[in-house]
């Protein structure tokens, strides 16, 4: 029997099944990794990541993500903001997924293809209003940086051809709602979206765990979504080492 099986689950505030890899600092030594501690504050469960501290909203151990809220948006005040400035540049398997040094990624290997586990959206500040363009979702009287300007929200990546003369970028933060592309947006849209989180995946953890040294074995893991499961398998390779 593994030490992992012997450490019965924590839990702080609604977060209830902290359980390997996941560790509530405090926690025994060898109950979960230390890559993966998290902490229990004011009876909410927060991560840090970089710079930042996020509230834990949910933790998917079926498919390896952990979905956190930036604390410096409210429910119920449309005029609070994300604390943090973080979008796909800040982890390391943006650069590609054999690179990754970082124990949380923005993306995950299923069915043998790369999939993002969150979008963007980007808050800009305008010095006039924008008209005639439907990404731009103005924020009305909810949001004001030091009293000027328009400020406006874009959902998804924001490229060069978007750039209005006159705006520019205040912040970027992620979202893993599911709305964005099915709804006509409003500023109540993306408030909705970034109060729901976004996702972060530790699916490499996961993989070495299962599978070992991936580099060392010349190895490739993947998420097979029709068994709800690892597989592991030489490099390059469709079929299952084990």
């Known amino acids: ?71 410096g948006l409210q429910q119920q005040n449309c005029s609070s903001l994300p604390r943090y400035f973080l979008s796909l540049s800040n982890f390391s398997d943006a650069i590609g997924y054999s690179d990754i040094t970082d124990p949380y990624q923005a993306s995950y290997r299923i069915d043998y293809s790369v999939d993002q586990v969150f979008q963007h959206i980007v808050l800009l500040n305008c010095s006039h209003p924008v008209a005639d363009n439907d990404k731009y979702v103005n924020s009305g009287s909810c949001v004001k940086w030091e009293s000027e300007g328009y400020i406006y929200a874009i959902a998804g990546d924001l490229i060069a051809e978007d750039f209005e003369v006159g705006c520019h970028v205040k912040l970027v933060t992620p979202t893993s709602w599911r709305g964005l592309h099915t709804h006509k947006l409003s500023y109540t849209t993306i408030l909705e979206a970034l109060l729901y989180g976004f996702d972060i995946s530790w699916m490499a953890g996961a993989c070495d765990h299962k599978c070992g040294n991936l580099s060392a074995q010349r190895s490739d893991c993947q998420f097979d979504s029709s068994k709800h499961a690892l597989r592991c398998g030489k490099h390059g390779s469709r079929y299952p080492l084990f």
């Not at 993966?36 to 933790?59: Q, R, S």
């Open 1 to 71: 029997m593994e030490q992992e099986d012997l450490c019965p689950p924590s839990s702080c505030g609604e977060i209830t099944n902290i359980t390997h890899p996941f560790r509530l600092k405090g926690d025994p030594i060898g109950c979960g990794d230390k890559r993966y501690e998290l902490a229990c504050e004011n009876d909410v469960t927060v991560l840090y990541l970089y710079w930042g501290k996020y509230n834990v909203e949910a933790i998917n151990y079926d498919n390896f993500t952990v979905r956190v809220v930036d604390p």
